[in-house]
């Protein structure tokens, strides 16, 4: 095969798994394909009970699952099945039985399973039908890793809770299923990850004078499927051959512009324009990484979590999240653009500084970067330094 031919057939699956994407978002299914192995998949939080019939139907025997991360699973009283396991991060898979399948869907089972902040039913009900739910037991009847991973791995792309109903079907039943734009490789998804964060094209860019930082230009980047694009917001003239002084931001809606009062992104966000500003120059980073990189949905789940009493760490994994799903080659990739290799960084994360220097920048400084705290946040800071590791 040529590298015009790779570059087209990459071009074709990376087009595939972002209809997939958006199909998942929009509650219709999708196909997943592993060898002669497949199964048709839909976000459980988007399941609708014409679609969960379907789906039944597909399944046959073998019945309908739900794919759900250990963490969520441990937290709804689920013990994990070892054969679920393997293969790095557990993802458990429930057995939904006909029966219980259509009490389920209508009891709103499978919406409280894949999300703990669902309030459309009365818990105590809920609680004992999803004790009901069957684990699988059975090694030879366990989805491949690459098919479970695969599935929650979308959910998360998609921005959606990592849950999914799925049905196991032959792959050469496939077609029969599902259109073929709503099919793909379980392959398709890693190298749509690598290209999101390693092809990113400068798009625009504009001289926007701010307050306190007239000089500034602002520059953004689009990710190869066309998402949301990443800002780069250049104040005064960085010298590329000194180390420059460079804040990665991500995103946060409610901090950013609304001033929220439960974080500290908005002292931060300006609170870095002025201190760059102020040194002569340098750069801010703003990520389009909501939420850690959950998403801003995502996000207010989290927050109802915590005001139930979790902490900022712990409501991410009820949810069925890492702790932390941001990645930093698409800022890596962008300093690189702007030919940039050594920073000093504006963070209190430490991670931020070993995720930088794994995509190959050198980070010579980190320059501390924190704001007092109020009433509101004060406990998302402590958690912060505490479970984090931020060095405040
Ligand atoms: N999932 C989740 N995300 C949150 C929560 N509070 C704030 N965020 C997000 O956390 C991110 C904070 O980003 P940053 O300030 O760039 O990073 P940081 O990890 O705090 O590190 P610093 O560089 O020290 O500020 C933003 O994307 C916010 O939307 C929360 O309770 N849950
Ligand atoms: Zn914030």
Request: hydrophobic share 45%; net charge negative; charged share 20%.
């Amino acid at each position: 095969m040529t590298n015009a031919d790779l570059t087209a057939r990459t071009a074709t699956s990376q087009a595939t798994v972002e209809r997939c994407l958006a199909e998942l978002r929009r509650g219709g299914a999708i196909a997943l394909m592993d060898g002669d192995d497949a199964i048709l998949a839909v976000a459980a939080e988007n399941l609708e009970e014409s679609v969960f019939a379907w789906l039944n139907s597909a399944a046959g025997t073998d019945g309908v699952r739900l794919l759900l991360t250990a963490e969520r699973a441990g937290r709804l009283g689920l013990k994990t099945n070892p054969a679920d396991t393997a293969g790095g991060e557990a993802v458990c898979i429930c057995h939904l039985t006909a029966d219980l399948a259509a009490e389920a869907v209508k009891g709103a089972l499978i919406h409280h399973v894949a999300d703990p902040t669902s309030t459309s039913q009365p818990a105590g009900a809920l609680d004992t039908a999803v004790l009901d739910l069957a684990l699988d037991e059975d090694p030879d009847r366990s989805l491949s890793s690459n098919l479970r991973h695969g599935a929650i791995d979308l959910a998360k792309t998609a921005r959606l809770l990592p849950a999914m109903v799925v049905a196991r079907v032959p792959a050469a039943a496939v077609a029969y299923w599902v259109a073929s734009p709503f099919t793909m490789d379980h392959a398709d998804l890693a190298t749509h990850r690598r290209m999101l964060a390693s092809q990113l094209r400068r798009v625009g860019s504009a001289r926007v004078p701010l307050e306190g930082a007239e000089q500034t230009e602002i520059i953004a980047f689009r990710p190869s499927d066309g998402g949301k694009e990443h800002l780069a917001i250049v104040i005064g003239r960085p010298d590329p051959d000194q180390p420059v002084l460079i804040r990665l931001h991500s995103e946060c809606f409610t901090g950013d512009l609304l001033g929220s009062l439960r974080c500290d992104c908005g002292d931060q966000l300006r609170g870095a324009i002025e201190q760059i500003a102020k040194s002569g120059s340098g750069i801010l980073l703003y990520l389009a990484q909501e939420g850690r990189g959950i998403g801003l949905i995502n996000k207010l789940r989290a927050y109802r979590l915590q005001d139930a009493g979790a902490d900022t760490l712990d409501a991410n994994l009820q949810l069925g999240f890492g702790a932390d799903e941001r990645v930093y080659q698409p800022a890596a990739e962008m300093l690189r653009q702007l030919g940039i290799v050594a920073v000093r960084l504006l963070t209190n994360n430490p991670d931020k500084v070993k995720g930088l220097e794994h995509c190959g920048i050198r980070v010579t400084e980190r320059v501390a970067h924190a704001f007092p705290s109020n009433d509101h946040n004060a406990r998302y800071l402590s958690t912060k330094a505490t479970r984090f590791g931020h060095m405040f």
